[in-house]
């Protein structure tokens, strides 16, 4: 089975649960080892599926308890589903809420950390669509080399006419063209503060904060992680004092975000690292497998077979 990534956070939820179940195994067999893979799921190859390796000095005591935890693991399987929400949903809870602070949103099918680009518009094109520019101010990263430059180059206060985005996922989409004013520009340089990567130096390259409306806008050069609010605020964006913040990341974010909002969605968005696993195209994974797949699995029944 492969399941949504977006849920293998070991601080809460089921993943959480599963290494609490491996370390109390761990202690009443003594001298033990187990590791629990929930494997990266946009990965498209063979040996593809989560999986369970424990280690001891009793054969027979580490197949029993590699086989417990893997019943344990695919009894949670659904679990790991996560609510998918459009923006036009977002945008209904921003209406239906006191202005208490940011909602900050996850385009996870375009993180940077999971592998995709992050050069996707969708997110743009969505707010726009709905007239999200006039009404909310939202902080929105995307990757661009040549639109970065191109700001850069108009420089801070000029109005200049880009073209956003898939510069580099061109298969998945094409570039926006519109105008945006350069509202800032940075050496691209920033440490992120704290969570998962805490003191890990990044570089953006060239970039720049353009303005649509009230969506601020950064462009860069480079892919950078974008779960941390050091990137924004690098720029001279805070993220406490906007309404909507966009993050590319699948769940590293929540260690830095989750401090400053406890309103957290995942959008349903296209990419190459898509929560949505039932839109992917596999070719060389094995079947059957769980989530495209309706099979029932026993772990003693399949171990027998085999």
Excluded at 3 to 19: D, K, R, Y
Excluded at 77 to 97: A, G, H, T, W, Y
Aim: proline share 4%; charged share 20%.
């Amino acid at each position: 089975m492969i399941v949504q990534a977006e849920n293998h956070q070991t601080c809460q939820g089921p993943m959480a649960e599963l290494w609490s179940e491996a370390e109390t195994g761990e202690q009443r067999l003594g001298l033990f080892n187990t590791s629990l893979f929930a494997v990266q799921p946009w990965l498209d190859v063979k040996e593809m599926g989560c999986s369970i390796v424990t280690v001891g000095e009793n054969a027979i005591e580490a197949q029993s308890e590699a086989e417990r935890l893997a019943e344990l693991f695919w009894n949670k399987r659904e679990q790991f589903e996560v609510d998918l929400l459009s923006v036009p949903e977002i945008l209904d809870i921003l209406n239906k809420r006191p202005s208490t602070g940011p909602i900050i949103i996850s385009d996870s099918a375009d993180s940077t950390g999971a592998g995709s680009p992050g050069d996707s518009n969708y997110v743009l094109r969505q707010l726009l669509k709905q007239g999200a520019e006039t009404m909310y101010s939202a902080l929105i990263s995307m990757v661009d080399a040549r639109a970065a430059n191109l700001a850069v180059a108009a420089g801070i206060g000029n109005t200049v006419r880009l073209k956003l985005g898939h510069s580099i996922s061109y298969d998945m989409g094409e570039p926006l063209e519109i105008d945006v004013v350069v509202t800032f520009i940075g050496d691209g340089k920033f440490r992120y503060g704290g969570g998962f990567i805490e003191n890990l130096e990044a570089n953006m390259g060239c970039n720049a904060v353009v303005a649509i409306g009230r969506i601020s806008l950064l462009i860069m050069e480079n892919a950078v992680h974008t779960g941390d609010p050091a990137m924004y605020l690098s720029v001279g964006l805070e993220p406490l004092e906007h309404n909507l913040v966009l993050v590319k990341s699948a769940t590293q974010f929540r260690s830095s975000y989750e401090k400053i909002s406890n309103e957290i969605y995942i959008l349903d968005t296209p990419g190459a690292s898509t929560a949505n696993l039932k839109s992917l195209s596999f070719q060389h994974i094995q079947r059957p497998m769980y989530p495209y797949d309706d099979f029932d699995w026993n772990w003693k029944e399949q171990h027998e077979v085999e």
